[in-house]
């Protein structure tokens, strides 16, 4: 784990905003020069706390108007229905995230489909074949109120 300074946390927010700014626009926003800055996205990235960069996309502009979160619970707490799901889960585009939690489910799941239709196949020729699941809860998202794609970077 890389101990993060200010100058790190600097960059790291104006990097968050915008992927694509220039190494000297960087430098400029974050009071360095251009070739200790460099040296500091290097030392992120190879350190891993860059992991990578990518564009983010409007779904709805995409198409995709249907948003759930879906609440899973498998029947037994056994390590091949735990794989079994794990894997089978990693390569749905649908999911958009996927979390191992405490309480009432096992999985929380962040879906997205074009619609209504899409979501009852994606459930019927998928979720509903993964050996081991009892149950599956789905919740509408009707609105989000906050959307968080930063990672808060202010000391604790």
Same mark, same amino acid.
């Given at each position: 784990m890389m101990k993060l300074e200010s100058a790190d946390r600097r960059i790291l927010k104006t990097l968050q905003k915008d992927g694509r700014i220039s190494n000297q626009d960087l430098a400029e926003a974050t009071s360095m020069s251009t070739s200790a800055c460099w040296r500091r996205v290097r030392a992120l990235q190879d350190s891993g706390v860059i992991q990578h960069y990518s /564009?983010? +996309?409007?779904?709805?502009?995409?198409? $995709?108007?249907? %948003? /759930?979160?879906?609440?899973? +619970? $498998?029947?037994? %707490?056994?390590?091949?229905y735990q794989k079994h799901f794990v894997h089978a889960v990693a390569d749905r585009a649908e999911i958009l995230d996927c979390f191992s939690t405490t309480g009432d489910a096992d999985y929380h799941l962040r879906i997205r489909c074009h619609n209504k239709d899409a979501y009852n196949s994606f459930l019927e020729n998928f979720m509903f074949k993964i050996p081991g699941i009892a149950t599956v809860r789905t919740n509408l998202v009707l609105r989000e109120i906050k959307h968080q794609m930063a990672v808060p970077l202010d000391p604790a």
């Open positions: /564009a983010i +996309v409007n779904p709805e502009a995409c198409g $995709l108007e249907f %948003h /759930a979160i879906l609440h899973v +619970v $498998l029947t037994r %707490h056994e390590p091949d």
